[in-house]
């Protein structure tokens, strides 16, 4: 089979050194095949079609390293409330949400990443009783990558489950290992939900399949204070010492937030070569800490950038993920650079490929890799003039300036929108059910919606 070619002849290419001007990029089928000067590239490919981009810049699809796809239907009902949201909300809500409330939120979640410039999305898991046959639909008709997680708890508030009970859950982690094993944008994961909602064998076993089968283990670790103390009284010992304890720490091992880490958890974390999903926004809008990110760079430990389902504008969280930096951590120490712009691009895309276990196909334009990239338009106020395009897609670029968004090799989004299927009627579905679905769950809040609370106030 012939695979289609497409050269793409942007104003400026990001490349893993920097971003190069006249630049081209050479799509064969779902890859990257070659990169090189513009007018080489036109010379040697006179007869593939040829799109020029003036005034674009192309760059590597956005990684977000920790999401929620099927809490999408609840989103704000989680602002200005106090940490462990997930369970006084999100639990509730995933648990009664029937079947297709689960693909429509996970639908709708997707959606959001594509626009935000997100190619690539890691799932955490989903506690709907469903599992994740409907957030794999969603993955499908959407086209996004995803490194997609079932969650193998074998404790249910503290007690074990039966044997028989634990036996089923070890093959369904096995059978969805199996499943996706050569899938092109599916990459299977297994999940322990925090590190105490397992037991040690349990732990062991979860991390051992993945190790196996080369695929991440994923699990909250150290994210809130009431988390850790939790630890210490089931355990006697605090969420990453009872990963390492059980032989759950090494480098498949990805740990969300780890905010609240010791000097010996840190060590832990490096020696095993475990890696972190770095979450600035949900650090903003409901952490207790925020993870020092710059000194995890500097002790060679991995991390990628994650929303934690927060909001999914991929350029709002490079913002945020240096300005998280810069005011926890580079004010106290005079660090004006905090990362020097060029670290928060790269933990979005190469470096946080890298952390998600995909480091050698995705996050980067280079020969071999998957052709996941946005073409972004230059021609804004914004960036007139352009004097360190790197900075300013820091602290300037915004979601609305994504033009096309590829995954491999395919259009998936132009305009802000999917070329292959109807975002509108996905929109009307998502208002339809969202109300009665949701209302039903037995959420918990400490505060009323704001414009209630600000009443009561009065």
């Known amino acids: 089979m012939i695979e289609m070619e497409t050269l793409l002849c942007p104003s400026?290419?990001?490349?893993?050194?920097?971003?190069?001007?006249?630049?081209?990029?050479?799509?064969?089928?779902?890859?990257?095949?070659?990169?090189?000067?513009?007018?080489?590239?036109?010379?040697?490919?006179?007869?593939?079609?040829?799109?020029?981009?003036?005034?674009?810049?192309?760059?590597?699809?956005l990684i977000d390293a920790h999401h929620h796809l099927t809490q999408s239907l609840g989103k704000s009902l989680a602002f200005g409330e106090p940490s462990e949201i997930f369970r006084r909300i999100w639990v509730?809500?995933?648990?009664?949400?029937?079947?297709?409330?689960?693909?429509?939120?996970?639908?709708?979640?997707?959606?959001?990443?594509?626009?935000?410039?997100?190619?690539?999305?890691?799932?955490?898991?989903?506690?709907?009783?469903?599992?994740?046959?409907?957030?794999?639909?969603?993955l499908r008709t959407t086209g996004i990558r995803c490194v997609l997680a079932l969650v193998a708890n074998?404790?249910?508030?503290?007690?074990?489950?039966?044997?028989?009970?634990?036996?089923?859950?070890?093959?369904?982690?096995?059978?969805?290992?199996?499943?996706?094993?050569?899938?092109?944008?599916?990459?299977?994961?297994l999940a322990i939900s925090v590190p105490e909602a397992a037991t040690e064998a349990m732990l062991a076993r979860v991390y051992?399949?993945?190790?196996?089968?080369?695929?991440?283990f994923q699990t909250h670790a150290n994210e809130h204070l009431v988390a850790v103390e939790r630890s210490l009284v089931a355990c006697g010992r605090r969420p990453i010492e009872q990963l390492d304890h059980c032989g759950?720490?090494?480098?498949?091992?990805?740990?969300?937030?780890?905010?609240?880490?010791?000097?010996?958890?840190?060590?832990?974390?490096?020696?095993?070569?475990?890696?972190?999903?770095?979450?600035?926004?949900?650090?903003?809008?409901?952490?207790?800490?925020?993870?020092?990110?710059?000194?995890?760079q500097a002790l060679g430990i991995r991390f990628g950038i994650g929303t934690d389902g927060t909001r999914s504008d991929g350029f709002r969280l490079i913002d945020a993920a240096e300005t998280v930096q810069r005011v926890a951590h580079g004010l106290r120490t005079g660090d004006s650079s905090s990362g020097g712009g060029w670290t928060w691009i790269d933990h979005a895309t190469c470096a946080g490929a890298a952390a998600i276990g995909l480091g050698d196909s995705v996050?980067?334009?280079?020969?071999?890799?998957?052709?996941?990239?946005?073409?972004?338009?230059?021609?804004?106020?914004?960036?007139?003039?352009?004097?360190?395009?790197?900075?300013?897609?820091?602290?300037?670029?915004?979601?609305?300036?994504?033009?096309?968004?590829?995954?491999?090799?395919?259009?998936?989004?132009?305009?802000?929108?999917?070329?292959?299927?109807?975002?509108?009627?996905?929109?009307?579905?998502?208002?339809?059910?969202?109300?009665?679905?949701?209302?039903?769950a037995p959420i918990q809040r400490v505060h009323a919606r704001a414009d209630v609370h600000r009443a009561s106030r009065d």
């Not at 249910?156 to 009970?165: E, K, M, N, S, Y």
């Not at 051992?208 to 991440?216: I, K, S």
């Not at 780890?258 to 600035?280: F, I, K, Q, W």
Request: charged share 25%; aromatic share 6%.
């Open 12 to 61: 400026f290419t990001m490349l893993p050194t920097g971003i190069a001007a006249d630049h081209a990029v050479l799509l064969r089928g779902d890859r990257i095949a070659r990169v090189g000067p513009a007018d080489a590239l036109r010379a040697d490919h006179a007869n593939t079609t040829c799109v020029e981009l003036h005034d674009r810049l192309l760059m590597p699809g």
């Open 92 to 138: 509730p809500m995933e648990r009664v949400l029937d079947e297709h409330a689960i693909e429509v939120s996970a639908l709708l979640a997707c959606l959001e990443s594509l626009r935000g410039g997100f190619t690539t999305v890691v799932e955490a898991g989903t506690r709907s009783p469903f599992g994740i046959e409907p957030v794999a639909a969603a």
């Open 154 to 189: 074998d404790l249910d508030d503290g007690r074990p489950i039966d044997d028989a009970a634990r036996a089923r859950v070890i093959d369904a982690a096995g059978a969805h290992l199996a499943r996706f094993s050569t899938d092109a944008t599916i990459h299977a994961s």
């Open 208 to 216: 051992a399949m993945c190790d196996e089968a080369g695929r991440m």
């Open 248 to 296: 759950a720490l090494g480098p498949r091992a990805l740990l969300a937030h780890a905010t609240l880490m010791t000097p010996s958890e840190v060590e832990r974390v490096h020696d095993r070569g475990a890696t972190l999903a770095y979450n600035p926004v949900a650090t903003v809008w409901k952490g207790n800490a925020a993870l020092d990110a710059l000194m995890m």
């Open 363 to 440: 996050g980067r334009i280079a020969p071999g890799y998957a052709a996941d990239l946005l073409v972004v338009r230059l021609d804004v106020p914004e960036l007139v003039p352009s004097w360190d395009l790197t900075w300013e897609a820091v602290r300037y670029f915004n979601r609305d300036q994504i033009e096309t968004v590829y995954v491999a090799g395919r259009v998936r989004l132009q305009d802000g929108w999917p070329v292959d299927w109807d975002a509108k009627a996905l929109m009307d579905q998502a208002r339809a059910i969202a109300r009665s679905q949701v209302e039903r």
